[in-house]
């Protein structure tokens, strides 16, 4: 099979073979590159991983600009110091992505995320990009024995490939690229104007090694441990979540023996930091299969050492255009959800996770009054518990509290203008994500002309106040033109202006902003 490989993780492995070191590709990229190759599907791998038998020290000297943060022998590099070094134009690597931007029309500092059904009108142009991960390289190794089902108690340096693949999870990460040292030395010894962003190894130039026979079960669609699974899993119970995201992930089945040594030790997940599971977590929310993931979490009693609070929606019925329970509608909505953000899929998940608090039947309909802002609290303490950063919290809290929002051609411009203040401009594009998985789950249409008749209205508002800073007057106005004393006397009285703004836009001057502070303020004493 031909592999396309960027030259990038080519020239670090070029770099230790000329330093008279061993080095292969492993892990995750391998099993992508090979995924791509046999099923025919092009999936762009930016996540290299290299292994080798120099030290971290040895590594080091020969990239003076790396890292080495852990005890683990992993040494990480930039993919920018690495085009450094080769003299690599960024704008011209494989790992650079185009940046888009909405247009400066919308005159509106905060507004750098816009639904994709509000820019029809708006020219894209340039937004930051997230960069792509490090380039890791670790030394061959050998794990000790695992006490605390997370970590080896101890990591000696191994002497080869074999044994460093042997202490790895799955069949299907535990094969290595050997790119053959000829070929790396032809590439960069000749002197050429410009390097390629890419190489196609055909197989006389490279070597798969797959001691545990991963090709196989990648072509068979099979999740199975290195060796035995129980003593696997038990070494360190983070592999019982990555087993299922995996799964997920590449719509793959898990193994009989590993299923059954994953359903026997779930309990040792309890060992396993909330960091840990929620980066595993959040990666099976992303999957195209995630609503198959949690069904398996389920199965397995995973579930309740990660999110318990769903378990109780299951068989809480519900009315109106519903035909299912909270459980299955939850998940059908997650599955619908067309964010890639895993904080949107998350609130997606939790979006009626208060019901079975608020359930009650009234004169035979069955109501759930406040589930948005009983269930918005439910969702923050989730995200808190899975060490959510306290941004990404408020924002799982706001996508929950006015999920429910409504729409009547009656409402007011000012309506308008308030629920998109309190959802937040950068927040629009989540809770309209989070709708069409919520409509798309209980069996609606994807669109409705409310729905678009709203959106072209927040469109129309974009240029309007939408938050303080939007004021024409600031805090220092108030202090140099009105005498005031620094104090949060200052922040209520701008508060209140933004309120008296947003019902009525044409009040945002100057002048009449600093007359109507003078009259709040005369008004107090």
């Known amino acids: 099979m031909t592999l396309t490989i960027p030259i990038e993780p080519l020239f670090i492995l070029d770099s230790l073979h000329k330093a008279g070191f061993e080095a292969y590709l492993v892990g ?26 120099a030290t971290p020290e040895e590594i080091m000297q020969l990239f ?55 820019l029809s009108t708006f020219q894209k142009q340039e937004t930051t990009k997230q960069s792509p991960p490090p380039f890791e390289i670790t030394t061959f190794r050998s794990d000790g024995s695992y006490l605390d ?8 340096w191994g002497k080869d490939l074999e044994s460093d693949l042997n202490r790895r999870d799955f069949t299907i990460n535990a094969m290595a690229i050997s790119v053959n040292s000829s070929e790396l030395k032809k590439l960069f010894d000749t002197d050429v104007e410009y390097l390629p962003q890419t190489i196609e190894l055909k197989t006389t130039q490279y070597q798969l090694i797959d001691p545990h026979h991963g090709l196989h079960d990648l072509e068979e669609g099979i999740i199975r441990t290195v060796g035995n699974p129980t003593a696997r899993f038990e070494e360190d119970a983070l592999r019982i979540l990555r087993a299922i995201r995996l799964s997920a992930q590449l719509n793959m089945k898990i193994e009989a023996e590993t299923f059954q040594a994953l359903n026997t030790n779930v309990d040792l997940v309890r060992h396993v930091s909330q960091e840990r599971i929620r980066d595993e977590f959040l990666k099976m929310l992303i999957t195209d299969y995630a609503k198959h993931a949690i069904e398996m979490m389920d199965e397995t009693g995973l579930l309740q ?9 299951k068989g809480v019925q519900q009315g109106g255009h519903h035909t299912t329970d909270v459980w299955t509608h ?14 949107v899929k998350l609130a997606t998940l939790l979006h009626d996770i208060a019901k079975p608090q608020t359930y009650q039947v009234q004169k035979d309909t069955i109501t759930f009054y406040n589930h948005e802002i009983i269930g918005a609290r439910i969702a923050k303490q989730i995200a808190h ?18 999920h429910m929002f409504h729409y009547q051609p009656h409402q007011t411009d000012a309506a308008i ?16 994500d989070l709708r069409e998985g919520d409509r798309l789950g209980s069996g609606a249409r994807k669109t409705s002309w409310r729905l678009e008749e709203m959106k072209e209205r927040m469109l129309a508002q974009l240029n309007q106040p939408l938050a303080v800073t939007d004021l024409k007057i600031n805090g220092h106005d108030l202090i140099d033109k009105l005498g005031m004393k620094p104090g949060p006397e200052i922040g209520r009285l701008l508060n209140q202006l933004f309120d008296e703004v947003l019902e009525n836009p044409q009040l945002n001057t100057t002048d009449k902003l600093l007359t109507r502070a003078q009259e709040l303020t005369a008004k107090k004493h």
């Open 417 to 432: 203008r308030r629920f998109m203040r309190n959802v937040g401009i950068n927040n629009l594009n989540d809770i309209l």
């Open 149 to 156: 089902h997370r970590r080896p108690k101890s990591v000696t």
């Open 305 to 313: 050492y990660v999110i318990p609070e769903l378990l109780a929606t």
């Open 28 to 53: 995750g990229a391998v099993r992508d590159l090979v995924s791509s190759n046999i099923f025919n599907f092009s999936h762009k791998v930016t996540d290299y991983d290299i292994t080798s038998n």
């Open 64 to 118: 003076p600009e790396a890292f080495y943060e852990n005890k683990f022998g992993t040494v990480s590099i930039t993919v920018k110091e690495i085009q450094t070094q080769l003299a690599f134009p960024a704008d011209q690597s494989y790992f650079f992505t185009p940046r888009s931007n909405h247009s400066e029309q919308l005159n509106l500092s905060d507004s750098t995320k816009i639904h994709d059904s509000l």
């Open 385 to 402: 518990r899975l060490k959510l950063s306290r941004s990404d919290q408020d924002r799982i809290f706001t996508l929950v509290r006015f």
């Open 330 to 343: 939850s998940l059908d909505a997650l599955a619908e959800c067309p964010s890639h953000d895993p904080v």
